[in-house]
């Protein structure tokens, strides 16, 4: 189906898919099969992440894609020599659109306050908003002269105000467009959008067939005694990510011994304990970790999905090298990935899930919580001075999550570049819960009332 779309888009009638389901259900999964099945193809593709943790920041995933576009700010090692500002103007002028206005934009958006040698220009304005917005679709119309591309936006439930308004316009506008637009969403997103070429496609768990085939390829076709198969099939009720994160419990636990074909029980089949939740199979094969690689876990889940091996560094009591014996366990254990893309000053790494990442993060005790987080921020403030400058909200965050609030309130007022972002979030997202309706310079909150972090850490 998304294929036959693909087709349609290639040919100039721009199609739109949002693949909607549970949390762990497969819209990943199955976004990447789609982009490896047209690797043959030559077409471009714009992809957009938004994070939990940035709902409250305005265009987030679009400062992203623009920063690796033109290789700057966090992606200036990436990109060819000279500054942001040349670099900038550099990726404009072969953009093919009216690069004034858009190098006035851009740099204004993305902070580079070089490169703005334009009039002077009211950027809180709803018009300099509505301005950004046109560039940006501009830019994107541009792309698709040359070939097809594909615009990904992953997890649009949590993307903030002024990104939603971006997508929106790319799918109202860019109809005739050589264009596919492919969303992913729990079910909790609701866009509103009722656009005629856009087609929402739920995913549904898995049958118990799959849900068998899926464990032998994890047990690496060996098979398991059938009381525990049954278990962990009914425990896990056709969700994907369960399935992996329970089969994974149950064989790195002290239930099975190998005995090369299959496993089988150790003990009697009476004693057999099978976790009930994800949570609690995250949480087995946690405690079953060596304590110092488990808090690691732990600490890196304070910084965020996402976090690099130097800010850890600053925030755990370990060496350089045990640091990293410790991602090292974390990455066999396939609790963390190393993160695509790295950066030049340092080690990047993610949680393999969001869920995971969550579930190492409530496992800790809140006065832990409120330690690591006092120690995120110290390091933030003490050796990252771009966010000092560009993201002070996200310093204030972690220091109330560490009960610091007078600490937090010096970080509370938004200056220089951070201010123009915020300006630019005008109304609240439609698919937001109230409890995320805060404005860029409130603590923005997670799933569990955590923080965000930033991407630098
Ligand atoms: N049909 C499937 N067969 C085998 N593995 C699957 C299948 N669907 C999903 N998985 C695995 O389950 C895990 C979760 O899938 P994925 O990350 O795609 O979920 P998601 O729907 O994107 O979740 P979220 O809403 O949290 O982003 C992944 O490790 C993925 O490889
Ligand atoms: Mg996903």
Redesign the pocket.
């Known amino acids: 189906m998304i294929r036959q779309r693909w087709k349609q888009g290639v040919e100039g009638e721009m199609r739109c898919v949002m693949?909607t389901?549970?949390?762990?259900?497969?819209?990943?999964?199955?976004?990447?099969a789609f982009c490896d099945s047209i690797s043959d193809d030559s077409h471009g593709i714009v992809s957009l992440h938004c994070s939990a943790y940035y709902r409250n920041s305005p265009f987030w995933p679009v400062l992203r894609w623009l920063q690796r576009t033109f290789g700057v700010g966090r992606d200036a090692a990436a990109g060819p020599g000279g500054t942001d500002s040349e670099r900038l103007k550099a990726g404009i002028a072969s953009l093919g659109v009216d690069a004034d206005e858009a190098l006035l934009v851009l740099a204004n958006l993305l902070g580079i306050s070089a490169a703005t040698c334009g009039p002077a220009v009211d950027t809180s304005s709803p018009s300099f908003k509505r301005r950004t917005l046109d560039v940006l679709v501009s830019m994107l119309e541009a792309s698709t002269r040359d070939r097809p591309v594909l615009f990904v936006v992953?997890?649009v439930?949590w993307i903030d105000p002024s990104s939603f308004e971006f997508v929106g316009l790319v799918i109202e506008r860019l109809i005739s467009a050589r264009l596919l637009v492919l969303l992913?969403?729990?079910p909790e997103f609701e866009s509103g959008w009722t656009f005629p070429h856009l087609v929402q496609v739920n995913?549904d768990r898995?049958s118990r067939r799959?849900c068998v085939?899926?464990i032998e390829?994890l047990t690496g076709g060996k098979s398991l005694p059938a009381l525990v198969l049954d278990q962990i099939v009914s425990k896990t009720d056709g969700?994907?990510?369960f399935?992996?994160e329970l089969t994974k419990a149950v064989l790195q636990g002290d239930l099975l011994q190998d005995a090369g074909m299959s496993y089988e029980l150790k003990g009697a089949a009476q004693a057999i304990a099978i976790p009930d939740t994800l949570q609690g199979s995250l949480l087995s094969r946690l405690d079953r970790l060596d304590p110092a690689v488990k808090e690691i876990a732990q600490v890196a889940a304070t910084v965020g999905r996402e976090f690099g091996a130097k800010l850890l560094g600053l925030i755990a009591s370990t060496s350089e090298n045990e640091l990293q014996d410790e991602l090292d366990c974390l990455i066999a254990a396939e609790i963390i990935v190393p993160a695509p893309g790295k950066r030049a000053d340092d080690d990047a790494y993610m949680f393999?899930?969001?869920?995971i990442q969550e579930i190492a993060y409530q496992s800790l005790l809140l006065a832990r919580r409120r330690h690591y987080h006092a120690r995120i921020a110290a390091a933030l403030e003490e050796h990252y001075p771009d966010i000092v400058e560009r993201q002070p909200e996200l310093i204030a965050q972690n220091f109330a999550a560490a009960d610091l609030p007078v600490r937090a309130i010096g970080y509370c007022s938004v200056p220089a570049s951070g201010r123009l972002r915020a300006r630019l979030t005008t109304r609240p997202s439609p698919m937001r819960s109230a409890d995320s309706n805060s404005s860029i310079d409130a603590p923005a909150t997670s799933l569990t009332g955590r923080p965000a972090s930033c991407h630098y850490c």
């Open positions: 693949l389901g549970e949390p762990g259900i497969g819209k990943s999964r199955m976004l990447r992953e997890d439930h992913t969403a729990r995913l898995l799959d085939a899926m390829r969700v994907p990510l399935l992996e393999r899930h969001a869920l």
